[in-house]
């Protein structure tokens, strides 16, 4: 079982930039694929982004493309969300996510594609 801790949410304006981590713990950190949702209050649990076990492959929900960006440090076991010109519509709990996969450039979108979820940070936009 992975433990995941995230942590760097907060309070920033309109337009500004937060980056958030996800720190992992296991062995097998490497051949895990990762993901980022997020929750708003009344609103479903959203896809956000996710990255290869490899690190190689990268996939964004579409409100968030061109903005954020998902990158894997495998040495320090940690997953990184940098979020730029964030909007009040961002305002959510981030969580992070993993799952276990033998398919290091396969990436994977779903709530249900994962088995081990963070207890999330707060990240509030205000306008």
């Known amino acids: 079982q992975v433990e995941l801790v995230e942590s760097g949410g907060g309070l920033v304006q309109a337009g500004g930039s937060l980056r958030l981590s996800c720190a992992a713990s296991?062995?097998?950190?490497?051949?895990?694929?990762m993901g980022w949702f997020r929750q708003a209050p009344g609103k479903e649990r959203e896809f956000v982004a996710a990255i290869s076990g490899s690190g190689g492959i990268t996939n964004y929900g579409d409100s968030v493309k061109g903005r954020f960006t998902m990158s894997r440090d495998n040495a320090k076991n940690t997953v990184y969300l940098q979020m730029n010109s964030l909007k009040p519509e961002d305002t959510a709990v981030y969580y992070c996510a993993t799952r276990g996969s033998f398919l290091p450039a396969v990436t994977y979108q779903r709530v249900t594609d994962y088995n081990s979820w963070g207890q999330g940070t707060q990240v509030t936009v205000s306008s």
């Open positions: 296991g062995r097998t950190f490497s051949r895990n694929a």
